[in-house]
């Protein structure tokens, strides 16, 4: 996923674009992107700042109907990772092993809600959510199919007074 369209600006079809590339301009240099099935194609023209034009999108209604579509670019469109990098595309299907070995699950998803990214780990009946910083995941071997995970301590908050009472 490259970006997402966001609510619409003025009256004329414009939107609001949350681009998720390195430069947010860079966006509409891989238009035309497709929707999360591949289905839908959008050719975005960037009218300065966080603000598009979509082909085909002449009024706010069809903008809004288009509010929180993901867009995406075809992998092979994409510049190669550089030394040392990689996309977190390329994160899901990876094995979490601890340090010591042990297998903690296989990475499902890596998800980012504007705080820092995390892996969603599966196994086992369980299910982890993992802050993606290098404390956490100090290791990321793409070739060998695994991340290294420092599972963090546990946070224990004790209830408040009033959350005993009730």
């Known amino acids: 996923m490259v970006g997402e369209i966001g ?13 998720f590339t390195e430069d947010p301009s860079a966006i509409a240099r891989y238009s035309p992107l497709t929707d999360e099935s591949g289905t839908r194609r959008f050719v975005l023209t960037l009218k300065g700042g966080d603000i598009a034009a979509i082909e085909g999108v002449a009024d706010r209604d069809a903008a809004q109907r288009l509010t929180g579509t993901r867009l995406y670019v075809e ?16 994160l899901i ?28 780990v599966e196994g086992e009946g369980r299910e982890h959510l993992l802050p993606f910083t290098h404390a956490v995941v100090p290791v990321v071997d793409i070739p060998g199919g695994r991340v290294t995970v420092v599972l963090p301590d546990e946070i ?9 009472a009730a």
Do not use: C, N, Q, W
């Open 93 to 120: 299907g990876l094995a979490a092993m601890t340090e010591g070995g042990a297998r903690l699950g296989t990475v499902r998803a890596v998800e980012d809600h504007g705080a820092g990214a995390f892996l969603v």
């Open 75 to 90: 992998r092979d469109r994409l510049p190669p990772p550089e030394d040392e990098e990689f996309y977190l595309a390329d």
């Open 7 to 19: 609510r619409p600006h003025g009256v004329r079809g414009l939107v609001r674009l949350r681009a």
């Open 156 to 164: 224990i908050v004790a209830p408040s007074k009033e959350e005993d």
